[in-house]
């Protein structure tokens, strides 16, 4: 028998829309933790390196890729809108609300930016599409279809979660 501050109880406590929130969470920490692992990587790769032939040779690190930021915010309001799932009153609808609409801008952005960047390769005459350095997935720059997934998922859970949220304004206006 669960007792009364199990897992079980806390995911019949926060619905399917909860649970929803909680595997987008879950999956937007997997998918920045890919991208930091190989931020990292490619940071501890810097330095001075030492060729057989004696030489030495400074390898740099430009600081982290385009989509490090972006899934980093939305890891961190995920997180958020997690904190408010778990509260059954309207503030925390409230904020669980927040949190996903404003991951789903960060997506946005995102989305926005890499248009800018797509914009400036054609101005060049650089055919982003079949380019082997540049690495993009459905138009966002240094993206993965993970990231496509999370972003469709978001706007699915933020329609859920404002129809949730208008229900029960209608229900106490009664």
């Known amino acids: 028998m669960p ?18 929130v909680l ?19 490619a940071a501890s790769a810097s330095g001075m390196h030492t060729t057989p032939d004696g030489y030495e040779i400074p390898v740099c690190y ?8 972006p899934r980093f915010f939305v890891f961190l309001l995920l997180f958020v809108s997690c904190l408010g799932v778990f509260k059954k009153n309207m503030r925390g ?4 609300l927040l949190g996903v609409v404003s991951a789903l801008s960060a997506y ?7 248009y800018k ?6 101005s060049f ?3 982003f599409l079949n380019h082997p350095e540049i690495r993009q997935t459905a138009y966002l720059y240094n993206g993965s279809w993970l990231d496509v997934c999370v972003a469709v998922s978001l706007l699915v859970v933020s ?3 404002m129809e949730k949220i208008s229900a029960l304004v209608t229900r106490s206006a009664q």
């Open 3 to 20: 007792n009364k501050n199990s897992l079980l109880v806390a995911r019949e406590q926060i619905g399917a829309i909860g649970g929803f």
């Open 23 to 41: 595997a987008l969470c879950i999956t937007a920490t997997y998918n920045f933790a890919q991208i930091f692992y190989e931020n990292f990587k």
């Open 62 to 69: 430009f600081g982290p890729p385009v989509g490090f930021y």
């Open 93 to 96: 609808r409230i904020v669980a």
């Open 108 to 114: 946005i952005y995102w989305w926005i930016d890499s």
């Open 117 to 122: 960047a797509f914009k400036s390769f054609n």
């Open 125 to 127: 005459d650089i055919d």
């Open 159 to 161: 329609i859920l979660l």
